[in-house]
Every structure is written in structure tokens, then in C-alpha cells.
């Protein structure tokens, strides 16, 4: 994906979750975030962006805090409060020149680059939440969906070490509406991934965004079809869960 397309998935994800917040009130549950209610989960999305517009707005290669202000409003009014800062962001990520050095948790990249992306699509999985407790939760488009399967393997699993996935073992994972194949080998430096067609002990068949919410921790595994030694699947899912 674009940078374009980044922005664009991250302003529309802010705005459908704030509509789904608000339909949903702040007092209702969020079921895929088990503990959590509407109002958990703004003030959540509301210290993300922060975080990120002041990582960027400042250029800071240094870590900043992560840290909701305490001053922040109190019922109906923190959707707006966070639609709001939703709205700064999306501005000051559109502004920042992407090449730019900023601090991330990224090994690779150190770059304005990441937060876009990374924001796009943390608030896309946000966004299921929130129209889940509303009740009406749309899948992702499929594009955000292959892109944040990309994300999580070659951005969250090098954080999660070795034991997300035994030595030799293998997982295909295989998008049926998009160009998205991934192969993930255990190692143990590490899983390994590789976008391919090739067999695994297990492979797991889906829409994009089932496959993406799948390792989020959305959707269960019965949502995507499983072939061969589905434990293998359900054990890296539960090792890898962020």
C-alpha cells in the first residue's frame, strides 16, 4: 500500500469507529476485548494516536510517553474528544515528510513511514471492536487486510522470539481474495516468514480480513478453512497473542 492509502484507511477506520462508539455508547461492552467497555477502548485508540502524533509532530528519536492525558472528557463527549484527535493525526501524518527519523519499536524501520502504517492498521482492528460492541462489524477491505498480515509477520513476530512456533514447524496462510500467501517456519532464531506458495504442516484458507483478524485475535480459527494438523495453527495463535 500507498502512503495515500495508509491515510486513507486510517481516516476512514477513526471515523466508522467513532460512529460505532457512539451507536454503541461508552458503557457497552466490547466482546473481542474481553474486560473492556466502549470507553476503554476510545481512551485506548484516543493514547495511541497521541503517542504517535507527538513522536512525529516533535520528530523525537527518543521514546515519549505513552500516556492519556488526565484531563480527558467523560462520557458521550469522548467520542468526539476522540474523533478529534483521530482528525489531528490523520493531519499531522499527512504533513510529515515519511523519510524522516523517528523513534519506533520497529527494527527495521525507524522512519515517519512506520506510524502511518502502524496507525492505519491499529485502528482498523479497533474499528472491528467498536462496531462489534455496536453490533454491525464490517469485515476489512482486503488490501488493509494483506497489508496488516504483513505487519504483524514482519513487524510483531520478530518481537514475539522463538517460541511462537516450534523448531521445523510450518504454517501456510492463504488469502482466497487477494494476492496475499505467507509461509511461517519456526527456527530457532525465530519464525521465519516468506511470501509463498508452499506447504505447510498446517495451512489456513481465508478472506484477507479473516486471516487478519484471525491473528489479532478477532475471529476464531473456524472462520478460516483449516487443512492438516490444525493443533499447530491453535498453538501459534495462542503463543503469539499480543
Not at 495511541?48 to 500516556?67: C, F, K, M, P, Y
Not at 482528525?87 to 520497529?106: C, E, K, Y
Not at 491499529?122 to 460492541?133: I, K, N, P, S
Amino acid at each position: 500500500m500507498e502512503i495515500h492509502d495508509h491515510l486513507d484507511a486510517l481516516a476512514g477506520a477513526s471515523d466508522a469507529a467513532a460512529d460505532a462508539a457512539a451507536s454503541a455508547g461508552i458503557d457497552a461492552d466490547v466482546p473481542s476485548c474481553p474486560g473492556w467497555k466502549v470507553r476503554d477502548l476510545l481512551l485506548h485508540m484516543a493514547g495511541g494516536d497521541l503517542w504517535a502524533r507527538t513522536i512525529v509532530e516533535t520528530q523525537s528519536v527518543q521514546r515519549v510517553a505513552n500516556d492519556v492525558p488526565e484531563d480527558h472528557p467523560e462520557g458521550e463527549a469522548l467520542v468526539d474528544w476522540y474523533r478529534e484527535g483521530a482528525h489531528r493525526l490523520v493531519a499531522a501524518l499527512g504533513a510529515v515528510d515519511p523519510a524522516v527519523s523517528v523513534w519506533t519499536f520497529s527494527a527495521s524501520d525507524r522512519t515517519a513511514r512506520f506510524w502511518i502504517r502502524r496507525r492505519a492498521c491499529e485502528t482498523t482492528v479497533h474499528r472491528y471492536d467498536a462496531q462489534l460492541a455496536a453490533g454491525d462489524a464490517e469485515p476489512v477491505d482486503a488490501a488493509v487486510a494483506v497489508d496488516g498480515v504483513d505487519e504483524f509477520t514482519t513487524v510483531f513476530l520478530p518481537r514475539l522470539g522463538a517460541d511462537v512456533l516450534p523448531d521445523g514447524a510450518t504454517i501456510h496462510l492463504h488469502a482466497t481474495d487477494a494476492d496475499g500467501e505467507w509461509l511461517l517456519a519456526g527456527s530457532p532464531d525465530g519464525v521465519r516468514v516468506s511470501r509463498e506458495h508452499a506447504k505447510g504442516d498446517v495451512a489456513a484458507r481465508g478472506r484477507a480480513s479473516d486471516l487478519y483478524l484471525f491473528l489479532w485475535g478477532r475471529v476464531p480459527q473456524s472462520t478460516l478453512e483449516v487443512f492438516g494438523d490444525a493443533a499447530v495453527l491453535a498453538a501459534f495463535r495462542d503463543a503469539s497473542h499480543i
